[in-house]
């Protein structure tokens, strides 16, 4: 990493689950709803609030307090990824190859360790250019319908691509 300013999503999303966690202001609750009589006596949700950027993430599915708060950290790096936005690094070229996202090759699908920084650093772009896509695809060196497929694999991403062109006075893509 350069030297530069080390705070923002691109520092937060590579420390470990200790470090993550000691940015995190972590309450315990008794979640509601489905789960008998132990979900109601143990305080096994998780709330997650990352003082640094404001995001905050729950996880209340499991009656284990361990599964929730893994759980938690996974979705808050998952936040972190798709609603922070950064400016677009200076060596495009050598962020783009580091993360799969080469024009004529295929992108990474949503399972692959590169998705979410590519969607991120895609979404980074997207706002760079006020939320044109074919401003944005012209400057990754793809077409406008790549942008657009690469994002519609991941429902939260299309909807944070929809939400920063709404916020640039554009409709959102269909």
């Given at each position: 990493m350069e030297a530069r300013s080390l705070i923002g999503r691109a520092v937060w999303t590579v420390l470990d689950d200790d470090a993550l966690m000691a940015q995190c202001a972590v309450d315990l609750y008794r979640a509601s709803g489905p789960g008998g009589q132990k979900r109601n006596k143990t305080s096994s949700a998780v709330r997650?609030?990352?003082?640094?950027?404001?995001?905050?993430?729950?996880?209340?599915?499991?009656?284990?307090?361990?599964?929730?708060?893994?759980?938690?950290?996974?979705?808050?790096?998952?936040?972190?990824?798709?609603?922070?936005?950064?400016?677009?690094?200076?060596?495009?070229?050598?962020?783009?190859?580091?993360?799969?996202?080469?024009?004529?090759?295929?992108?990474?699908?949503?399972?692959?360790?590169?998705?979410?920084?590519?969607?991120?650093?895609?979404?980074?772009?997207?706002?760079?250019?006020?939320?044109?896509?074919?401003?944005?695809?012209?400057?990754?060196?793809?077409?406008?319908?790549?942008i657009a497929e690469f994002l519609r694999q991941d429902e939260d991403a299309w909807k944070e691509a929809a939400q920063l062109r709404q916020r640039h006075g554009l409709p959102v893509l269909r």
């Open positions: 997650l609030r990352h003082l640094p950027s404001g995001s905050m993430v729950i996880a209340e599915e499991s009656r284990s307090q361990h599964e929730n708060r893994a759980r938690a950290l996974r979705r808050l790096k998952r936040a972190l990824y798709l609603t922070l936005r950064e400016p677009p690094p200076e060596k495009l070229l050598e962020a783009l190859a580091e993360l799969g996202l080469l024009p004529g090759k295929p992108w990474p699908g949503p399972k692959a360790a590169g998705f979410l920084p590519g969607v991120a650093l895609v979404l980074d772009m997207l706002e760079a250019m006020e939320g044109r896509v074919a401003d944005c695809a012209l400057r990754l060196g793809v077409g406008s319908a790549l």
